[in-house]
């Protein structure tokens, strides 16, 4: 037993359902008890879509469980096959129906069906959504494609040459409740096109089952999210020889990177190494002096792998940040993330515990949080700015407008999303000269049009009241006093690094043994911490 409140990911059948529902001519089967129905609203409300998800549940009730469950499985696949005629059935269980082990695969593939079935083994109790879309993709591709011949030393990837035709590559990934997948697609095929590259088949956003079977035809496969296509990625490298690309092009280095590999595998010339500063706004918006007071912001980066990765990358090498935390709920990527922590001198936090994350937040006191919406809630209590750059995702990063994180564009949404949170330099300027304005209060971001993480009426955030313990000696420590002189010169600090200063000023005054922090306490830490 774990006791959960939010869970960064669905159940696996949610991810099944993200594969089906992005997919055209795939229907999804789903033993079920009454209730689970309520995955169709992540469909029709966060994405928006104006049709309910190709899913048929079996909605058993407790009175179904003294009866013939097997029988009503059958009849729901016999309906479903009727009524909605797809060209290719998946079959799968939730989590309840998972205990009482109907079966419903292979039922279904008794039945003597005119079409292919696929059966899906989801392990309810120990994966999670990202394994069960990854695990869906990786069986239907090996399902549908299982009668094609196998001949993986045959393939030539830079065959199009010979044969005279413009390189092609499929885009294997992006699905309904992915970051940003819709747009991304767009960015890519568009960046593709500029390198005389083709876009044979984009699964499973929009593929039918005529276009799985269309799959080995392309000479490259590019993974656009590890944590869906990687598996895939892999079968279709042992069985037909096609090579993919690793790199994912987040980023303008990431990007610039991609097309490097992506050409290379396709024995094309290495690309023009300034086309990122040419085509996108990123490099020289974070070159010009106004960008100047973000060098050394500190950020702290928690999402899924892959976005992380990416973000890690852009926050170090693009825009100047100093990574103060990085993290993943994603274990199937806990590798990759890491080795990146590790490069940046960090430990990686891995994890799908949100209050073991936001405990990690508060300790890091970063200036700026890159995170999911369960790190927005947890910055806004905390009262650090903070940008959404992965899943799980509220409504409003389904956006109407052009809005993808990959390729050039990316880069430029990317620039503006980061940047917005954080106060504008002047402003950051002017309130740490002047501390008493009556309306450019202390943690004021007037460019919000409020102020900012902090709310009137509000605390400071990581603030301890005047005077008071903030450690007892329970735990053997020493007593730890702010005086008031010492509260008044902390306020000095502007406010976005408040926190990391009373921390650190904390933990000096206790290795030194001092009970009462005052001024002087605080500018020997600073000193300290400097020297
Ligand atoms: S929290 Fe808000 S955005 Fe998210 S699913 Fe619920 S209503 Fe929709």
Not at 134 to 163: C, I, S
Not at 263 to 286: H, I, K, N, T, V
Request: aromatic share 8%; net charge negative; glycine share 8%.
């Amino acid at each position: 037993m774990d006791l959960t409140l939010w869970t960064y990911e669905g159940p696996p059948h949610v991810g099944a359902m993200r594969i089906a529902a992005s997919m055209k001519g795939v229907h999804y089967v789903l033993h079920a008890p009454q209730g689970d129905t309520y995955a169709d609203l992540l469909f029709t409300m966060i994405e928006r879509r104006g049709q309910r998800p190709p899913v048929t549940y079996t909605t058993f009730q407790a009175r179904d469980l003294g009866g013939d469950t097997a029988e009503l499985v059958k009849r729901h696949v016999r309906e479903a096959v009727e009524r909605f005629e797809p060209d290719a059935l998946l079959v799968g269980e939730s989590c309840t129906a998972e205990l009482i082990q109907d079966q419903p695969g292979a039922l279904a593939c008794g039945m003597g069906l005119n079409l292919p079935v696929v059966t899906l083994e989801l392990p309810a109790y120990s994966k999670k959504e990202n394994w069960g879309a990854a695990e869906t993709l990786y069986q239907l591709v090996r399902g549908l494609l299982k009668q094609q011949p196998a001949n993986p030393g045959a393939h030539n990837p830079t065959a199009w040459k010979e044969e005279q035709r413009r390189p092609r590559v499929n885009l294997l990934g992006p699905s309904l409740l992915g970051f940003r997948c819709r747009d991304d697609v767009l960015e890519v095929r568009k960046l593709l096109d500029r390198h005389g590259i083709e876009v044979a088949v984009v699964m499973p956003l929009d593929a039918s089952v005529a276009d799985v079977m269309r799959l080995p035809d392309a000479d490259v496969n590019v993974c656009l999210y590890p944590e869906i296509a990687e598996s895939s990625c892999s079968w279709l490298e042992r069985t037909f020889g096609q090579p993919f690309t690793r790199t994912v092009p987040i980023g303008v280095g990431a990007t610039t990177d991609f097309l490097a590999e992506l050409r290379a595998l396709l024995g094309m010339e290495p690309p023009a190494s300034d086309e990122g500063a040419q085509q996108s706004r990123l490099p020289w918006y974070s070159e010009s002096v106004d960008s100047t007071y973000l060098t050394g912001k500190r950020v702290f980066i928690f999402g899924d792998g892959t976005h992380v990765l990416a973000a890690a990358r852009i926050a170090r090498r693009e825009l100047g940040f100093e990574v103060v935390g990085l993290g993943t709920y994603s274990r199937e990527m806990a590798r990759p993330v890491r080795a990146k922590a590790k490069e940046l001198g960090l430990e990686a936090l891995i994890s799908d515990d949100y209050l073991a994350v936001e405990a990690a937040m508060a300790e890091a006191a970063p200036e700026l949080v890159l995170g999911t919406q369960m790190e927005r809630h947890s910055a806004k209590r905390l009262g650090i700015p903070c940008a959404v750059i992965s899943t799980p995702m509220h409504v409003q990063d389904v956006p109407a407008r052009y809005s993808p994180q990959m390729g050039w564009e990316g880069a430029n949404v990317i620039f503006d999303t980061w940047v917005h949170p954080l106060m504008m330099g002047l402003e950051e300027h002017l309130i740490g000269m002047f501390r008493h304005d009556f309306e450019f209060v202390d943690g004021h971001q007037s460019h919000l049009g409020h102020l900012g993480g902090l709310q009137s009426g509000q605390p400071e955030p990581n603030a301890a009241p005047a005077m008071t313990a903030v450690a007892g000696d329970v735990s053997g420590e020493t007593t730890l006093t702010w005086t008031a002189d010492g509260e008044a010169e902390l306020k000095k600090i502007p406010f976005f690094v408040r926190g990391k200063v009373r921390r650190n000023t904390e933990t000096y005054a206790r290795e030194q043994g001092r009970g009462q922090i005052d001024s002087e306490t605080l500018y020997d830490a600073k000193a300290h911490f400097s020297a």
